[in-house]
């Protein structure tokens, strides 16, 4: 029987066959460890769904390949029933739904999305990956000069990426001595794909706007301690941020939403990723249900979550059907940064360093030690600041309401005191 990639989440259309588990000729038994399958959330363990000998392996390593592909072939007894050959639902990390509604790359919302696949091949023609035949396609490649190394000669991308180098000139100026040429990890890749759609699809704009949190900064000072030793995870700005956010959402549902052709679809339901750097690249786990949430339950969940990113434990179910992204790239230092949206998403919201800087603010004679008289009526003070920057899909929304949505998370977020209950 083929067996074929299956769907792996919403809106991911294609995957990157990292590793094989298996050779050509190899007994396997069901549900043991067949592939190793990259998509740009989460690295999946693909388990085979029956037991056979493996006679035909398709797709070789690093290979981009489409949903509904086949990827290999296993020789099975005729005694294998319809039920075991229409396994379609793991419930492991690897699990795999087939009538999953699609989202985009890194969780985005549920965008219905049709993709066409090709199912009548000639076969008098040479068989070629989805991958390949883009390349041969692109360069306009005449395919009887390439020698292909795969299995039975086969061309591979590798073959056509190796062909395609040999006969570009690069002058001296482009690439120096010292220049060193490595490929793309199959991670960077899918980001870079992401982000190139991105750029292509969405018409997008962008906004910043400064918010002043020095009341934050001291409320989260002044509990840290004690709600780490009593919860065993800290209370983060980030945390206070998907909150703000939350509300600003509940306040402009139109941030929370998709397009789909002519129609804007308003999501009901808030599920936030959150962008965490790791080792193995850019992981956006997703937050479900965050209205209603507290402060405390959302440190929670994004303590959580990046700890099974750092582990390398991080579910499946745990990075789809995003509608809105948070991305916290004050933690990496940054001041001020323009992201970009999420294929499937309306907008993006990041939260920049926070730093102190002189601010112009009323005067009050119970802080006279610690401001320094303008007026009658106004002082200069040392204030903690925090940019906020939001990126938004001009299609579906005007800068009225994206800033209409900024200003209130600023809001939210500058209302945050001492007084402020936790849970």
Request: charged share 20%.
């Amino acid at each position: 029987m083929d067996i074929v990639l299956p769907q792996l989440g919403e809106s991911i259309t294609e995957a990157i066959i990292g590793k094989w588990m298996v050779a050509e000729g190899d007994d396997i038994e069901k549900y043991q460890s067949l592939v190793e399958v990259i998509t740009d959330k989460v690295n999946i363990d693909m388990p085979s769904p029956v037991s056979g000998r493996v006679t035909k392996i398709v797709a070789n390593e690093g290979e981009t390949v489409l949903v509904g592909s086949v990827i290999a072939s296993i020789e099975t007894s005729d005694q294998v029933d319809n039920e075991t050959r229409d396994i379609s639902e793991v419930d492991t990390i690897g699990g795999f739904v087939s009538d999953m509604t699609p989202v985009g790359p890194t969780g985005a919302a549920n965008v219905p999305q049709n993709v066409l696949q090709e199912n009548v091949h000639n076969k008098s023609e040479p068989k070629f990956s989805p991958a390949v035949k883009k390349l041969i396609e692109k360069h306009n490649i005449d395919v009887s000069v390439v020698e292909g190394t795969g299995k039975s000669g086969r061309i591979t991308r590798k073959d056509l990426e190796a062909f395609i180098n040999a006969h570009r000139n690069i002058s001296d100026n482009s690439v120096g001595l010292g220049s060193v040429r490595q490929s793309m990890s199959p991670i960077r890749k899918l980001i870079a794909n992401n982000m190139v759609q991105s750029a292509k699809e969405i018409p997008d704009a962008w906004l910043s706007i400064q918010a002043d949190v020095t009341n934050l900064v001291t409320l989260r000072e002044k509990k840290k301690k004690q709600f780490l030793e009593t919860n065993g995870f800290p209370i983060t700005f980030l945390a206070f941020a998907v909150l703000s956010a939350a509300k600003g959402i509940n306040e402009y549902p139109i941030v929370n939403s998709s397009i789909d052709k002519d129609e804007i679809i308003e999501h009901t339901e808030l599920n936030m990723g959150v962008a965490v750097a790791s080792s193995s690249g850019l992981m956006v786990p997703v937050i479900k249900n965050v209205y209603g949430m507290s402060v405390k339950s959302i440190a929670a969940e994004i303590y959580r979550l990046v700890s099974a990113v750092n582990s390398g434990d991080l579910s499946h179910s745990e990075v789809i059907s995003g509608t809105f992204t948070i991305n916290n790239t004050g933690a990496l230092g940054s001041n001020l940064s323009k992201p970009i949206i999420v294929p499937g998403q309306a907008a993006i919201l990041t939260t920049e360093k926070i730093f102190k800087m002189p601010m112009v603010v009323p005067l009050d004679s119970s802080r006279t030690g610690l401001q320094l008289l303008v007026n009658q009526e106004e002082a200069i003070e040392i204030r903690s600041i925090m940019n906020l920057s939001l990126s938004f899909d001009h299609r579906i929304m005007d800068g009225a309401d994206a800033s209409s949505f900024l200003n209130s998370v600023k809001k939210s977020m500058e209302s945050f005191d001492e007084d402020t209950t936790l849970e």
